[in-house]
């Protein structure tokens, strides 16, 4: 059984860093913060759909939370889902 997400459900937010600013200047790929539960196919269907481009590839790594301490409590934060995304060389996303 799969879960049915709707574009803007799988798309959580853009990941705007210096390495991000990097990749989307010279290689054309751009980074998110995405859906756990959405595959890449999901990925690639939401940011065609919302940005109007056309992407070529889909990369995804999963990344563990980290141990944290809070007042006098242990606690971790939450596992995440990053995607890189390749788009065609005439398209481009605008983030400002």
Request: positive net charge; without cysteine.
């Amino acid at each position: 059984m799969s879960i049915v997400l709707e574009p803007y459900q799988v798309i959580i937010r853009p990941l705007v860093t210096e390495k991000g600013t990097y990749l989307s200047e010279s290689r054309h790929q751009y980074q998110f913060e995405v859906n756990p539960a959405a595959t890449k196919a999901d990925i690639k269907k939401a940011i065609q759909v919302l940005w109007n481009v056309r992407v070529l590839d889909v990369r995804t790594q999963v990344y563990k939370g980290k141990p944290r301490r809070w007042k006098m409590r242990l606690g971790r934060t939450q596992d995440w889902k990053k995607a890189i995304v390749k788009l065609h060389a005439e398209d481009n996303i605008a983030f400002f």
